[in-house]
């Protein structure tokens, strides 16, 4: 049985050759190669990796490692509900631009009413309303 990975550049093999030249090279104690970098390289490693380590790991390393590696959990995706809810805004402001004289007058003519028949005072609302919803769609990828 040939446990030899499928190599698809000879580059690819004859890495591989070097690295497993220099583990058992350091696994049999030969001397090191002086005049090659990548079999001195692959040597180092083979030794790193053949020592202990130097503490032990706490019990609860992999659970503590999962939630740090884990994306945080995304908020519900309700960019078509909050473009629903601006088009309906701004359909009810451009509706009160055009029909509000009709019903407008038959609301109470105390502050209430005097503050809503003012022109520049929806011209206001819509700008404020316009502008935060904006500022939601232009950064709703960012990180909040």
């Known amino acids: 049985m040939n446990h030899e990975p499928p190599f ?5 093999e004859s890495e591989w050759a070097a690295q497993e030249r220099a583990l058992a090279d350091e696994r ?13 390289s692959y040597r180092l490693l ?3 990796l053949a020592q202990p380590p130097d503490a032990q790991l706490p019990p609860d390393f992999a659970r503590r490692m999962a939630q740090r590696v884990q994306p945080p959990a995304r908020a519900a995706d309700n ?3 909050t473009w629903l809810v601006g088009l309906l805004a701004m359909a009810g402001l451009v509706s009160a631009a055009i029909y509000g004289n009709a019903w407008l007058p038959s609301l109470d003519q105390g502050a209430t009413g005097a503050l809503l028949a003012k022109p520049w005072l929806w011209a206001l609302v819509a700008c404020l309303g316009f502008s935060r919803l904006s500022r939601h769609w232009l950064h709703h990828d960012q990180v909040r």
């Open 8 to 12: 698809s550049t000879p580059v690819d």
């Open 28 to 40: 049999a104690g030969a001397a090191s190669p002086a005049g090659d970098p990548r079999a001195r």
């Open 46 to 48: 083979a030794h790193v």
């Open 79 to 81: 960019r078509l509900e």
